[in-house]
């Protein structure tokens, strides 16, 4: 089958939006931390950050195997985590959906 350029893209922008997620979880965890240390809560506040990175690492994991050709659920899957970064998740879903066909079974 003739490879075409969605599952590669899809596979670029769902790293993208990874990596500004896992960036910006790191952030909210810092900054969250510091603020809940002025009342006494940093290890609650310091939490906040963490849903942000475990669906940019699911984002940059699901980009990977899009890159990859290879099991179109956790591209899809990626690809749904990056919608943290709307303008980069929406086409992800889109190009691995319409190239479905490409990935291995």
């Keep these: 089958m003739k490879q075409t350029w969605k ?23 810092v900054a969250g931390t510091a ?6 809560m940093s290890g609650l506040f310091g939490a906040v950050g963490v849903i ?10 699901g980009g990977i195997y899009a890159l ?5 659920g ?6 749904i985590c990056a919608l943290s970064v709307w303008f980069l998740g929406i ?3 889109v190009f691995v959906v319409i190239g479905k066909d490409e990935f291995n079974k």
């Design 7 to 29: 599952p590669t893209t899809a596979g670029i922008l769902s790293i993208i939006s990874g990596a500004l997620t896992v960036l910006t979880g790191l952030l909210l965890a």
């Design 35 to 40: 603020l809940g240390g002025i009342f006494g």
């Design 52 to 61: 942000p990175v475990i669906l940019g690492i699911v984002s940059i994991v």
């Design 68 to 72: 990859r050709r290879k099991s179109w």
């Design 74 to 79: 956790l591209a899809l899957a990626g690809s």
């Design 91 to 93: 086409p992800a879903i």
